[in-house]
């Protein structure tokens, strides 16, 4: 990657300073050479947060059915109580 080859090329050079170089970069590339980049990036973002929606409403869910069995134990354990 351009970091690794900064990072070679400046032993010494803090992480921010390498991070600032690649930004200017960056920067001066022309359109057409960024925009692959900056379409993947949007395609992985999406994808991420389908991924995410999806894993929130799996937990809902489970943590749903944990509630139910659980009050199901209370209630089971109550009517056992008032048979005594």
């Known amino acids: 990657t351009r970091r690794a080859e ?3 090329e400046n032993p010494n050079m803090k992480n921010t300073d ?3 170089l690649l930004g200017e970069e ?3 590339l022309p359109p057409h050479v960024r925009q692959p980049h900056i379409d993947k990036e949007a395609r992985e973002r999406e994808e991420y947060h389908q ?4 894993w929130r409403e799996q937990r809902r869910n489970e943590e749903a059915v944990e509630r139910l069995k659980q009050a199901a134990v209370t209630e089971a ?3 056992s109580t008032k048979n005594d």
Do not use: G, H
């Open 6 to 8: 900064l990072k070679r």
């Open 18 to 20: 390498i991070s600032k």
């Open 26 to 28: 960056w920067k001066k």
């Open 51 to 54: 991924k995410t929606s999806a």
């Open 77 to 79: 354990f109550v009517e």
